[in-house]
């Protein structure tokens, strides 16, 4: 199949989340608000892995790994969305567009894998603590981060090169605030049912694969913390594994909700409030989740800080 462009337009326009005038302003701010939490948590818990060598452990490996790709496809999104409460018509090109939806695709899958990767982990450290340090390698670890990118690049081409397909030639409004998928495949003048096809199969193997093995491995977590006898342990664990259950079941549910469903059976509304979640929304709770409720990234801040204002004090002088 030749991926060549037969589109006659040079341009879309997002439409974005509302056109209420009232809300332009409060939600700019929301949403500000909210990436600038994304970027600043993702990125001071990659810093803090990278300067702190107790933190060079496989979890946190693959921690470091979640928060870059948080912050790589939230960049992707939201201040493009965000151009929509401050602009009369927020136009993007043709190949920002393609190109926008691409880096979506490859960020996002890559994710589900990285989760994947992190459950995986979790279980070999909770239920074989024995074998960790040997099945947890650093070559396993360093294998798995790249296949969960390699599904990313691969699927994100897939993706990309099945949109490139079709012909754009009337309205050039997209009901969306990025270039979705399915927002675009109602402004196409030939048939979308490929696409639609290669869009369940898939998104859906990326969706119900990688979620299908992080809730059997919390089956498994869970099924070895009911067997620990200290209430007070039990409670801990249950309480650390129910924050990442609910932070990986908001994910893939909305992202289910929008892609394993018919285009005809999810209204365009309907799909920018389930979008919100994948896009804004976990990217901002992750580092909160998987941080601020860690004793070792707790103790990782006040020593970098401390060393920070020894370094400090040390140029005074």
């Known amino acids: ?23 332009q302003i409060p939600l700019f701010l929301l949403f500000l608000f909210m990436y600038f939490i994304t970027v600043l948590g993702n990125l001071v818990l990659m810093i803090l892995i990278v300067l702190n060598s107790h933190l060079h452990t496989p979890m946190y490996f693959f921690l470091f790994n979640l928060s870059f790709v948080d912050l790589c496809y939230s960049s992707v999104i939201t201040p493009k969305m965000m151009m929509n409460f401050i602009l009369k018509k927020n136009i993007i090109s043709y190949v920002g567009c393609m190109t926008q939806l691409f880096f979506f695709c490859f960020y996002i899958i890559s994710e589900c894998y990285v989760l994947m990767s992190m459950a995986y982990d979790r279980y070999v450290a909770i239920c074989n603590p024995l074998l960790y340090n040997i099945t947890m390698s650093t070559k396993v670890c360093s294998s798995l981060i ?29 009901n969306h605030y990025f270039c979705d998928p399915l927002p675009l495949f109602q402004l196409s003048c030939t048939s979308t049912y490929v696409n639609e096809i290669e869009i369940f199969i898939v998104g859906g193997k990326d969706i ?34 129910s924050s990442h259950i609910i932070a990986v079941s908001l994910f893939f549910g909305s ?29 901002m709770l ?24 020894l370094l400090i004090d040390t140029v005074k002088r």
């Open 255 to 283: 992202c289910g909700f929008m892609y394993l469903k018919p285009s005809s059976a999810v209204s365009i509304n309907q799909g920018k409030i389930s979008s919100i979640f994948y896009t804004i929304v976990v990217p």
């Open 1 to 23: 199949m030749a991926l060549v462009n037969t589109s006659i337009l040079t341009e879309f326009i997002l439409l974005g989340l509302t056109d209420e005038p009232d809300l």
């Open 208 to 241: 119900i694969l990688p979620s299908v093995i992080i809730f059997t491995s919390y089956g498994f977590i869970l099924s070895s913390i009911l067997q620990i006898r200290s209430t007070e342990g039990r409670s801990k664990a249950f309480s650390t594994c």
């Open 286 to 309: 992750n580092p909160l989740i998987y941080s601020l409720r860690n004793k070792d990234v707790l103790i990782a801040l006040r020593k970098t800080i401390k060393r920070r204002n």
């Open 146 to 174: 790249l296949g969960s990118y390699l599904m990313g690049f691969f699927d994100a081409m897939i993706h990309t090169g099945c949109m490139l397909r079709l012909t754009f030639c009337d309205t050039n409004t997209i």
